[in-house]
C-alpha cells in the first residue's frame, strides 16, 4: 500500500500521541502527518486482514484519517487515539459493507492437499492461513476484537473503547472467536481442541513479530 503522507515530518519517535493529537489540533500538519505515518499500516492491515479487498481498504484507510482530521477537535486528552482511530475505520467498514453483498469466502479444505496434516500448521503460510480462516468462519465481531488484540497487540481496554464494548464484552469475544477456530482445526491430528488453540495462540503470537 503506498504511503498516503507525502512529506514526513521527520522523525519524532520520542513524541507521544497525545503530543502530536495536541499539536494537530492547535493547527500542526505536520504532527497529523506523523500521526498518520504511525498508523496508515495497521488501519489497512485490519480493514484488508478483514474484508480481503485491498481497493475497498485502499479508500476505507483514506475516509478513515479524513474523517480523523476533521473530527480531530473530538479526541478527548488522555485518551487513545490509537483505539479512537480503529473504531472510526471499523464505523466506516461495517457502514460501507451493509449496504454491499460480500464476497463469500471458503473456508481453506486444510487436509485434501495430500499434505500430513499435523504438519500444516508449521508452515510459513500458518499466519495467512489463521487470519483467512478466521474472515471467513467469524462474525464481524469477533474477527474484529481478535485482530485487535493479537494483530494490533491492544488491550482490553483499548479494543473495548475501539468497538464500544466493555471489557468484559471483549473477552467473550475473543474466547468465542478462539474457540471456534480452535474446533475448525480439531481434525488436524490434533489431540485436543485445546492442542489446536494452543498452535493458534502462536500463529497469532507471529502475526504481531512480522
Known amino acids: 500500500m503506498p504511503d498516503m503522507v507525502s512529506n514526513r515530518s521527520g522523525s519524532r519517535a520520542a513524541t507521544s500521541d497525545s503530543e502530536l493529537v495536541c499539536e494537530a489540533q492547535a493547527g500542526s500538519l505536520s504532527s497529523f502527518e506523523e500521526l498518520v505515518s504511525r498508523y496508515e ?18 479508500d ?9 482530521f476533521r473530527c480531530l477537535h473530538q479526541q478527548r486528552s488522555g485518551s487513545s487515539f490509537k483505539s479512537w482511530l480503529f473504531t472510526i475505520a471499523r464505523n466506516l467498514a461495517i457502514s460501507h459493507y451493509r449496504s454491499v453483498r460480500e464476497t463469500t469466502y471458503e473456508v481453506p479444505d486444510f487436509v485434501s492437499d495430500g499434505m500430513d496434516p499435523s504438519m500444516v500448521l508449521d508452515r510459513r503460510e500458518t ?17 474484529s476484537a481478535l485482530w485487535l488484540r493479537y494483530g494490533e497487540d491492544m488491550s482490553l481496554r483499548e479494543i ?11 473477552k467473550v ?19 485436543t481442541g485445546g492442542a489446536a488453540l494452543d498452535r493458534i495462540e502462536e500463529a497469532h503470537d507471529a502475526v504481531c513479530r512480522t
Open 41 to 58: 499500516r495497521g488501519i489497512f492491515g485490519f480493514l484488508v486482514r478483514r474484508y480481503g479487498n485491498v481497493a475497498d481498504a485502499t
Open 60 to 68: 476505507l484507510t483514506q475516509s478513515t484519517f479524513v474523517k480523523a
Open 127 to 143: 499466519t495467512e492461513t489463521v487470519w483467512s480462516v478466521a474472515r471467513a468462519l467469524l462474525p464481524e465481531a469477533q474477527f
Open 160 to 170: 473495548g473503547s475501539a468497538m464500544r464494548r466493555t471489557e468484559g464484552h471483549v
Open 173 to 191: 469475544l475473543l474466547h468465542r472467536g478462539r474457540a471456534r477456530l480452535a474446533r475448525r482445526f480439531r481434525g488436524m491430528n490434533m489431540n
